[in-house]
Each structure stands twice: as C-alpha cells, then as structure tokens.
C-alpha cells in the first residue's frame, strides 16, 4: 500500500512531536553542560526516573494534568509548548517541501536546530555551539538540493561571520561591552551558508526588527537592559526558509 500525502504529512507531524521532545532536553541540558544521552530523564523537582509513561510527548503531561506523577509537582508548560512548536514546524515543512520529501526533511531538521537555539537562548542566554554544528551540514545539504551554489553559500557565510564580527569589534571599542555575542556571531555565519550573499540583506533588516520587538518586549517585562538576539536572527532565518516571499517583499527583485 503506497502511502498517501496525509499519511506523510501525519508522519512529519508525529516526527515532530518526537524531535521537539529531543528539542526540550537538549535546550535545557547543553546550557548548563549536562550530559546528552548518558543519563536517564528524571523530574526536575523531585528527580524521579522517568518511564514511557511519562516521555509521550504532549499527551503524557495533559495525561498527568501537568503534574508529576511521582511527586505532585507542577511540570512547567514549557515542555508540551516546545514540543508542539516544533511539530508545526515539521508540518510546515512538509507543506514548503510541496512534495519533495528531502526538501522538506532538511527544513524541518533546520527548524528542529532553530527552536533548540531559541530557547537556550532565551533561558540561558547561550547559543549552544553544538547545534551550530548541527546545522552546518543540514545548511551545505539544503543549498545543494536547492540551487547548488556553493560559491554564494560560502561567500554569504563568510561575509555575514566578517561583518557581526567588525560590528561587535566597534562597538566594543565604542561603548566598551559587547554589542553581540560571540554565539551571534557564529550564527550569522551559518545563516549565510543557507541564505547566500543576496539574501544577507532582507535577513538582517528583518532580524534587526524583530530585535527591537523582543528587545521592548524583554525590557516592559522587567527582564533588563540586555536580551538575547537569538530568537530574532532565528526567527528571521525561519522566514526567510519558510516563507521566502516575505524576503522578495522586503527587497524586491
């Protein structure tokens, strides 16, 4: 029996479940150095092994009503929220794939990468450099199924690294801090290796937006002065993967 588009599209929903399951873990436990795979999840409060009773995503909280069943504790909402962010994600891949199950695989895995960095980054104001590793070879793979111009993946990584390192350099030198981490820095390079050269543009102005937007949000919550730039070169990257007539829009031709 072959299998049809919904069945494929409820497959990549369900993969989503699972890797926004992975994402949570690994957003939590690369921040902090834990280990990866070494050791078995357990509460957060009462640090209970967990079972598979425990682990299905989304449904074993619901199930529990949002509470450990060992303990009693509330497990945060953060856990299911991941997880169904990224099986939107993965769904929203399947649909921008328009049928080429590849395609469609390497953007879910990018959105996968991009909601890891964006919660470490939020909660721990890390982008961990693994994840960064991660998305390198998804980025050269992604380019190579798309238009295969290796040149301007590599061009626009280089330029995009140069040009936030010249960037945090300056305002170091003017202001005597950090303008943009180190971790941003890296970011952009990889976002260059996906976007190229001509998409560099859009990409920043729309980052830089966004930015301000969870700059005044982060700053009316009383979070401080500092906020993670993160989430808005992810989100923008996520835009312009996702929906790139959104970027044609901002600069057109």
């Known amino acids: 029996m072959r299998a049809t588009t919904a069945d494929l599209a409820a497959v990549f929903v369900?993969?989503?479940?699972?890797?926004?399951?992975?994402?949570?873990?690994?957003?939590?436990?690369?921040?902090?150095?834990?280990?990866?795979?070494?050791?078995?999840?357990?509460?957060?409060?009462?640090?209970?092994?967990?079972g598979v009773a425990d682990l299905v995503p989304v449904f074993s909280w619901l199930a529990a009503g949002g509470r450990c069943r060992h303990c009693g504790q509330a497990v945060s909402w953060r856990y299911p929220l991941i997880e169904i962010l990224v099986a939107l994600l993965f769904a929203a891949a399947w649909w921008r794939g328009g049928g080429d199950l590849w395609a469609s695989m390497l953007l879910a895995l990018t959105g996968f990468g991009l909601m890891v960095i964006t919660v470490a980054d939020l909660e721990a104001g890390i982008i961990p450099d693994v994840m960064l590793l991660f998305l390198v070879p998804v980025a050269l793979a992604w380019r190579w199924q798309g238009d295969g111009d290796w040149?301007?993946?590599?061009?626009?990584?280089?330029?995009?690294?140069?040009?936030?390192?010249?960037v945090r350099w300056a305002f170091?030198?003017?202001?005597?801090?950090?303008?943009?981490?180190?971790?941003?820095?890296?970011?952009?390079?990889?976002?260059?290796?996906?976007?190229?050269?001509?998409?560099?543009?859009?990409?920043?102005?729309?980052?830089?937006?966004?930015?301000?937007?969870?700059?005044?949000?982060?700053?009316?919550?009383?979070?401080?002065?500092?906020?993670p730039f993160g989430p808005a070169l992810c989100g923008s990257l996520l835009v312009g993967l996702y929906c790139p007539n959104v970027f044609r829009g901002i600069v057109p031709g």
Do not use: E
């Open 151 to 166: 040149a301007d993946a590599i061009s626009g990584a280089v330029a995009a690294a140069a040009a936030s390192f010249a």
């Open 172 to 227: 170091r030198r003017w202001r005597g801090k950090d303008g943009l981490g180190l971790g941003d820095v890296k970011f952009l390079g990889v976002a260059g290796l996906y976007l190229g050269v001509s998409g560099l543009g859009a990409y920043l102005l729309l980052a830089g937006l966004l930015g301000l937007l969870l700059g005044t949000g982060w700053r009316l919550a009383g979070r401080g002065p500092m906020f």
């Open 14 to 50: 369900l993969l989503g479940l699972v890797f926004g399951s992975l994402a949570t873990a690994l957003s939590h436990r690369l921040p902090q150095g834990l280990p990866i795979g070494k050791d078995r999840s357990r509460c957060p409060k009462c640090a209970a092994v967990l």
